[in-house]
């Protein structure tokens, strides 16, 4: 059985049916479902039942995949454990410095832009959901916001240099949030703010809540343009909300999307997804120059 590719709205995204991650997939279907997240930025993948084993092995065909931030549950695994549940099967105080680290996830974001070598996909496994409802994830294009930028806007944008830094999102979304050591450990990294897609040609933002500054502007000229851009690519009529279902395996493009979460009742109900992360291709940026091929 091939695969099969149902467009999830008019401007980006796809579903993607008629393989089994769990029983293996052919180098052609594997070619099929990699261009498809090249070209669509998002795919959805129903009826997928995943061991952690399985997720990694099919992530890892996209690329390295990324380890856990040392201080996070699960460090120095290649699994993001993005859940309100503690490995001891309790739930997670709401006001411990873990549950925030999930919360700031309804910020709109890109994975590890704020580390040197970016995410390039991510995919995430609905493993338990809520059962009250709640807990969508967003989704947005930013290869149509690309598009949809008035010229003047474009022109600005292309060439720029961003600078991320997961300090300045955990403060936006909780003053006092962040700690010495995510700041120490984490400094700010110079991402290109333009990214160009090496399979398809295609340009795209690569924009998200952790942008504290752009190379060239004042601090609050870079981040008054990055939240003009963010409000842009997340225009309520040009986003996708994914309502999970159980085994659902979403996959995204960190290059040329933004997402976030959305609330669900944290202290009452249980959410356990399993992220696993494939690494760009290296450092955007090198030595204040953006690196060629970014
Ligand atoms: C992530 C993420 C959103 C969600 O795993 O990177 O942002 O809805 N998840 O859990
Ligand atoms: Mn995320």
């Known amino acids: 059985m091939a695969v099969q590719i149902e467009k999830l709205t008019s401007h980006f995204g796809a579903r993607l049916t008629g393989f089994s991650i769990q029983d293996g997939i052919s180098e052609d279907d594997f070619r099929v479902i990699n261009r498809a997240i090249n070209e669509y930025g998002l795919i959805v993948m129903p009826n997928q039942p995943l061991t952690d084993d399985t997720q990694i092995a099919f992530s890892e065909r996209f690329g390295p995949l990324e380890e856990t931030l040392t201080g996070a549950v699960g460090a120095g695994s290649k699994l993001v454990r993005v859940t309100n549940i503690l490995p001891d099967g309790t739930i997670k105080d709401p006001n411990s410095q873990l549950a925030l680290f999930t919360r700031a996830n309804f910020?709109?974001?890109?994975?590890?832009?704020?580390?040197?070598?970016?995410?390039?996909?991510?995919?995430?496994?609905?493993?338990?959901?809520?059962k009250k409802g709640g807990g969508d994830t967003e989704f947005a294009s930013t290869a149509v916001a690309f598009?949809?930028?008035?010229?003047?806007?474009?022109?600005?944008?292309?060439?720029?240099?961003?600078?991320?830094?997961?300090?300045?999102?955990r403060e936006k979304f909780q003053k006092?949030?962040?700690?010495?050591?995510?700041?120490?450990?984490?400094?700010p990294v110079?991402?290109?703010?333009?990214?160009t897609n090496p399979l398809t040609?295609?340009?795209?933002?690569?924009?998200?809540?952790?942008i504290s500054g752009v190379v060239g502007m004042a601090d609050d000229v870079?981040?008054?343009?990055?939240?003009?851009?963010?409000?842009?690519?997340?225009?309520?009529?040009?986003?996708y909300r994914h309502q999970w279902s159980a085994n659902d395996a979403v996959m995204w493009d960190n290059r040329a999307t933004i997402h976030r979460a959305t609330p669900y009742d944290e202290t009452g109900d249980r959410r356990l997804m399993i992220r696993?992360?494939?690494s760009d291709f290296g450092p955007t940026v090198m030595n204040g120059t953006i690196v060629e091929g970014a």
């Open 222 to 239: 870079g981040q008054k343009l990055a939240e003009k851009l963010l409000e842009v690519a997340a225009n309520p009529s040009k986003i």
């Open 201 to 210: 040609g295609r340009k795209s933002i690569h924009i998200a809540s952790h």
């Open 276 to 278: 696993t992360t494939v």
């Open 107 to 130: 910020l709109w974001h890109t994975d590890s832009s704020f580390k040197e070598t970016p995410a390039k996909f991510s995919l995430l496994s609905g493993r338990e959901l809520p």
């Open 190 to 195: 110079q991402q290109a703010l333009v990214r």
């Open 176 to 187: 006092g949030s962040s700690t010495e050591e995510q700041r120490r450990r984490l400094p």
């Open 147 to 169: 598009d949809e930028l008035p010229t003047e806007l474009r022109q600005v944008v292309e060439g720029k240099i961003a600078i991320h830094s997961i300090a300045h999102s």
